[in-house]
């Protein structure tokens, strides 16, 4: 089941979120349209999109887009766009007609979900032989340069802010058989992308476990900030440095 509190019901996380968030979406896209066969999608749904990065990269590979989220202030976030159009909606319960889609993409947020139920939507709105592409992506803990950066992330970051409780992310054909999914295939992807100091801040100031202690209100955000700057600061040494991070993509075809 999902998780009932929303880390992302908040002016202040859809904020940090929109500044700070590197964006993994393009390469992640480009390996997704390479899969499905290289083709163009006349439609795509964009499930859970925040502040719309992965919307704007589906946009790359389908004619028309739509980006879904029900958090309002994260859409409130989304850079307009004339192929896109977002809309406040629980992925569970999808607003859209059957068979309306010829792709589905749900991008860092299938672990939030009610997994059955979005199964069930996403079989529901797509049209035969259609794609749903589940991905998630996640900050390795780890600097390129730095291997001592490693430990600190382990044992002193996620002592103090452990990640929330979620739902299981891996995705089998066993799991997906029920809701009409074949499984089409995964892949792996890694990127690295250099950030600075004040960068790497932004970042993990986007991350749910910093969602979890600000807005339920046991720390104030000017405090954990200046921790987080102060903990990565030997890191860097004002030079920029490279975070890693790695994709899991999984690939379901509808089965008539």
């Known amino acids: 089941m999902a998780n009932p509190f929303n880390y992302f019901a908040h002016q202040t996380v859809a904020e940090r979120y929109a500044h700070g968030r590197p964006d993994v979406h393009p390469a992640i896209i480009r390996r997704i349209r390479e899969f499905t066969g290289g083709t163009r999608f006349q439609s795509a749904l964009d499930a859970g999109c925040g502040t719309g990065q992965s919307t704007r990269a589906l946009a790359e ?143 993990l100031l986007t991350q749910s476990n910093i969602n979890a202690a600000v807005e339920q209100g046991s720390e104030r955000l000017e405090t954990v900030a200046a921790f987080l700057s102060d903990g990565v600061a030997p890191f860097f040494r004002d030079a920029a440095r490279t975070l890693q991070f790695r994709t899991d993509i999984v690939y379901l075809r509808v089965r008539p």
């Open 61 to 203: 590979i389908a004619d028309q887009v739509v980006g879904i989220d029900r958090s309002a202030e994260m859409l409130a976030q989304a850079t307009p766009s004339s192929k896109i159009h977002y809309q406040q909606s629980s992925a569970e319960s999808l607003p859209f007609a059957d068979s309306s889609f010829d792709l589905v993409t749900v991008g860092l947020a299938f672990h939030w979900l009610d997994q059955e139920r979005f199964l069930t939507e996403a079989r529901r709105v797509l049209r035969d032989n259609g794609w749903l592409v589940i991905y998630n992506s996640g900050f390795l803990g780890e600097l390129a340069e730095e291997p001592a950066f490693s430990p600190w992330y382990r044992e002193v970051y996620l002592s103090h802010y452990p990640t929330p409780p979620r739902s299981q992310s891996a995705v089998s054909e066993e799991f997906v058989g029920p809701y009409r999914f074949t499984f089409g295939g995964n892949e792996t992807l890694t990127q690295g992308i250099s950030m600075s100091r004040d960068q790497c801040v932004s970042y």
